[in-house]
């Protein structure tokens, strides 16, 4: 890892500006611990921000931001993906904002309550994101919550009748001013909280 962020991949002279996305499963397996420690520790000596994907167990998050942030990690420069569907209620939510991590709702545009990989979890829609969006404002941490629509099949592509990637801006960002959040706050959301995670550190 720290070779492809300070050295660049094989000979490309490209360097990685981002470790991750860290996919992890429930329980974690001991490889998954493995990888989580010598991220922590890539991101100790070069200051690179960390994107994860929990597992899909609402202790998930918690686990894996503790074992990063011993190995020498900074909470404040690592997001953890897909909260929507992982921590499904208020008093959840907040209680992991306090570990101060970046709390990433990522599935804007999709809109169905069954959830395939899961099916004892209800996928939020995206009226329900915005209200969880809005719980994280309401208790200060509007400085924490970062925002994408994940999209890795084609049939979420504008070309084949999904919403696309201008989903946030096009349709999410209307709602969150029609539910009060404000101009500032959307901007921190959309731009200032994206380029802190993303600035080396």
């Not at 100790?44 to 931001?65: D, F, V, W």
């Not at 190995?71 to 909260?83: T, Y």
């Amino acid at each position: 890892m720290e070779h492809d962020i300070i050295s660049g991949v094989g000979t490309s002279g490209i360097h990685c500006g981002v470790i991750g996305e860290i996919g992890c499963s429930w329980p974690l397996t001991d490889s998954e611990r493995k990888v989580l420690r010598a991220a922590g520790m890539a991101q100790e000596h070069t200051g690179c921000p960390i994107i994860i994907h929990p597992g899909r167990n609402p202790k998930s998050p918690a686990e894996i931001l503790r074992i990063l942030t011993e190995a020498g990690a900074k909470a404040d420069q690592i997001v953890i993906s897909h909260l929507d569907r992982t921590l499904l209620d208020k008093e959840s939510i907040l209680e992991f904002a306090e570990m101060k991590s970046y709390c990433e709702f990522d599935l804007f545009g999709i809109e169905t309550s069954h959830y395939q990989q899961e099916e004892n979890i209800d996928m939020p829609s995206d009226a329900q994101r915005i209200e969880r969006i809005g719980w994280l404002i309401d208790a200060g941490f509007q400085d924490k919550i970062t925002i994408s629509h994940d999209i890795h099949t084609k049939h979420r592509l504008m070309k084949y009748g999904g919403h696309g990637f201008s989903h946030i801006l096009l349709n999410i960002v209307p709602m969150m001013k029609t539910r009060q959040i404000s101009e500032d706050v959307i901007n921190k959301i959309l731009i200032e909280n994206p380029k802190k995670w993303l600035t080396f550190k």
